[in-house]
């Protein structure tokens, strides 16, 4: 009983299980914006075909696609099968179809091994959300949902530092990088097991959380669209930043990792404080937060000079980062035990299909508006969306205080 709770008194952090699925979370920013910094070099590549502008935009969002559709069948799978196969064989396919861009020919078979990178974060994003649904609860589930959100940005802090510079050689080089997860495989092979399942006599806490919100269908749902527009305004960055910078004249690729990183290390910082913040705060108020700096960086790009074009990363990047753990939070404290699974792979898919969907919307309001039109658009609607969440805040209050009065 002692070790037990020695155990549970442990930080999170230092829990085998916690430091293999960070690190599979980590490989979820390489998926899409590792190769952001190579887009000009591959555009001007490529340039014989005469779909390569739209393709090389493709690129960065095409894992998303796969993801949106095969993440629901994932998390199937996941709640069938266990978890633990789910990540195994989706690093090694990870691994495989990433590195597939430094030989293939042309820019259609580059395109469809990111579709296969695509069902292969499929795999790993939904059989991790559901691990750590299944491994913590409570203030530990809490400080891994932010935990999993620094990982992600600092990992794609050196992911996309590394190919700014490889895309400055070679538009080919940053492909490399996807072989990394490779490394990962040892520590997620040993630790990483599927829990047995819960009995009816687990007691009543343990009851409660396997049955879930009577709601949480429609709260899912209402998550899911939620989280589907977050994620398509924030890949504007990966997707359309070097394009920008080229466009007013600085060095794509390496600035393009720079400002990319600068996204990656706030992120990383204000997600290692999301437990704090979300229990001051609550839920609604950690969303204001959050949208009101996306807001204030989409504003801040408007300058257009070096100075403001770091601060509106930074401030993209801290936003992001306090209002993506909630999404995982909410969904694991909401879903019964039992569709836990499917529930992360729903959850997944609406992260990428929002990713997906970024480029098809926004290229062409780029193109007719400009990016000025882009940035201040965005703006707005980031600032109406924390009024939002302030008021609905507000309400809840409102309600409570009803009720206990």
């Keep these: 009983m002692q070790v037990i709770q020695q155990t549970l008194e442990r930080p999170v952090w230092l829990d085998g299980r916690a430091v293999a699925l960070l690190l599979a979370a980590s490989l979820t920013t390489m998926a899409n914006a590792t190769i952001s910094p190579a887009l ?143 490394v990962f495989l040892p520590l997620m092979w040993m630790v990483i097991v599927d829990p047995p399942r819960r009995s009816q006599a687990s007691g009543a806490k343990a009851a409660g959380d396997a049955a879930g919100h009577p709601s949480w269908v429609l709260l899912l749902s209402l998550l899911v669209l939620l989280q589907a527009v977050t994620n398509m305004i924030f890949f504007v960055m990966p997707t359309q930043m070097s394009f920008f910078l080229e466009a007013q004249g600085y060095d794509a690729a390496m600035m393009t990792g720079a400002i990319l990183g600068t996204v990656m290390l706030a992120g990383g910082s204000f997600a290692l404080i999301y437990p704090k913040v979300q229990r001051a705060t609550g839920y609604a108020g950690i969303f204001l937060l959050g949208y009101a700096a ?40 909401l879903a019964p035990l039992r569709r836990r699974g499917v529930s992360g792979g729903v959850l997944t898919a609406s992260i990428f299909i929002g990713q997906f969907i970024s480029p098809l919307l926004v290229t062409p309001l780029i193109a007719r508006h400009g990016y000025g039109a882009l940035f201040g658009g965005t703006a707005l609607l980031l600032a109406a969306m924390a009024i939002a969440a302030g008021v609905a805040g507000g309400a809840a209050r409102a309600r409570r205080r009803s009720g206990e009065g």
């Design 40 to 182: 000009p070099g591959l555009e001007r590549l490529f340039a014989a075909d005469p779909n390569a502008v739209m393709l090389t935009r493709l690129l960065v969002p095409a894992p998303s696609l796969s993801v949106a559709l095969f993440a629901p069948f994932a998390g199937l799978a996941a709640d069938r099968f266990g978890r633990r196969l789910l990540l195994i064989w989706g690093v090694i396919l990870f691994a495989v179809a990433g590195c597939a861009g430094l030989v293939l020919p042309d820019l259609p078979s580059i395109f469809l091994s990111r579709l296969v990178l695509g069902v292969a974060v499929a795999l790993i994003m939904t059989a991790q959300t559901a691990l750590v649904g299944d491994y913590f609860t409570g203030d530990r589930r809490s400080a891994m949902t932010g935990l999993q959100i620094s990982a992600r940005n600092f990992g794609g802090l050196v992911f996309i530092s590394l190919a700014g510079w490889a895309a400055a050689m070679s538009p080919r080089w940053p492909f490399a990088i996807y072989g990394l997860a490779i």
């Design 294 to 333: 996306m807001a204030l960086g989409f504003l801040l790009l408007l300058a257009e000079t070096t100075p403001t074009l770091f601060a509106a990363a930074a401030s993209i990047g801290a936003g992001y980062a306090l209002v993506s753990p909630s999404f995982v939070a909410l969904t694991l404290n």
